[in-house]
């Protein structure tokens, strides 16, 4: 971990794109005196921008093999597609740095496994970066449900429905791909923009299972490890190969349902709302916007306060024992493990013909799916998928049981 008063030596990995947004959270811990950026690393130019400098003496490079061995920095941010993901890792890792690694961490349990090893070996920790993790809404939540206001929790969903243009697909090689180059990418619904929903949903199911308010597993069986996953997959386009919009249902060893209804095929704006279900209540989180409705509030409300990614991995690096991680490594096993699923599932089904209406020409044009929205409430509603509620253009969902042996930090 870091010593004396010297500011860590931070380099990010991946610093066009959204790269540009660690850049500006970058910026502002540098200006505060919490950290010196010493090295960008992206293989297209890096532009300066108001709010994403390059400030002076900072180096740029295109490998990051070249940035390990010449600037040896405390600290690298990796924001690179996701099948890049564990080779650089691992080799931050080896050069004495600890991580903040963009979601999903990795493609596998096999890889999470291997990036967890590599952790105790080395003595490095790892923050993944599910930066709705550090919602105060969330802490809010996540209290009320462990002191039992909700009563008994029978399940957890999520809904959203977003949009996005023909221009989003085509923003990189590998968007909207399964594999480049033979490595899965699984640039879909769930593993990309809306993981955040499925992890938001993953994190209060562990509260409910750490409180006993849930269904005691059988023994022997991890009562918060996913023991079935079904999975549907649906696409608006034909030239994409994975999911825009899904309902995916997964079984946590104790019996509690978490499902998750979402699609960037949307009508009206749904940000994203995870759904807990009790016995004495039915508690509300719209994630993005931190508003939260417990039971007994008259209307949903603001719960200010995040705690950033890369600044709570700057104070438990200087106090490793008094402050924790937010999002370790091993808090993302249940998510990497449908990560799997999603890899090993048939292609998505396409949805066309009277069912999509589209708008808007060129890289601008998006395709909704008629009446989509009023389907993905229905099954967060009733935490069933399309399948079970006779939507005409549902298909059979596929079942898969995932690997339980998951490795953590």
């Known amino acids: 971990m870091s010593g004396g008063n010297t500011a860590p030596r931070v380099a990010l990995v991946g610093a066009s794109g959204h790269g540009r947004w660690h850049r500006r959270i970058i910026a502002e811990l540098q200006a505060a005196g919490r950290l010196d950026l010493v090295a960008l690393v992206d293989v297209r130019p890096v532009e300066a921008a108001p709010d994403a400098p390059v400030p002076p003496g900072t180096a740029v490079f295109t490998d990051h093999v070249e940035m390990l061995a010449t600037v040896r920095p405390d600290v690298v941010v990796i924001c690179t597609p996701p099948h890049t993901h564990l080779p650089i890792a691992l080799a931050a890792l080896r050069a004495g740095a600890d991580l903040l690694l963009e979601k999903p961490p990795v493609l596998s349990l096999a890889e999470h496994r291997e990036l967890a090893a590599a952790l105790a070996e080395t003595g490095r920790v790892c923050q993944v970066g599910f930066q709705a993790l550090g919602s ?52 879909g619904v769930l593993v990309n923009p809306l993981a955040h929903a499925v992890m938001q949903s993953l994190a209060v199911g562990s509260v409910a299972v750490a409180a006993g308010l ?34 995916l249902r997964l079984t946590l060893g104790c019996g509690l349902p978490v499902v998750a209804a979402v699609t960037l095929a949307g009508e009206d704006f749904v940000a994203g709302e995870v759904i807990v279900h009790g016995t004495a209540g039915r508690a509300v989180l719209e994630y993005p916007t931190d508003r939260l409705l417990l039971p007994g509030d008259p209307a949903p409300r603001e719960v200010p306060g995040r705690t950033g990614l890369l600044e ?87 079942r898969a049981v995932p690997d339980g042996g998951a490795g953590g930090e």
């Open 312 to 398: 709570n991995l700057l104070d438990h690096r200087a106090d490793p024992a008094g402050v924790p991680l937010i999002a370790p490594l091993a808090r993302t096993a249940g998510f990497t493990a449908l990560v799997e699923v999603v890899q090993a599932a048939p292609e998505p089904a396409l949805v066309d013909g009277e069912r999509v209406v589209a708008s808007g020409e060129g890289a601008d044009r998006v395709v909704t799916i008629r009446g989509v929205n009023a389907v993905l409430r229905r099954a967060a509603a009733e935490l069933a998928l399309l399948s079970e509620l006779s939507v005409p253009w549902a298909v059979k969902p596929h």
């Open 136 to 187: 105060a809404a969330l802490a809010e939540l996540s209290t009320a449900v462990a002191d039992g206001r909700l009563g008994r929790i029978t399940g957890i969903s999520t809904v959203a429905s977003w949009q996005r243009t023909d221009g989003y697909y085509a923003r990189a090689p590998w968007a909207g791909r399964r594999t480049v180059n033979g490595r899965p990418v699984l640039d």
């Open 214 to 247: 849930v269904t005691p597993a059988p023994e022997g069986v991890a009562p918060d490890w996913p023991v079935q996953v079904e999975l549907e997959r649906y696409r608006v386009r034909p030239t994409i190969e994975v999911d825009d919009t899904a309902a």
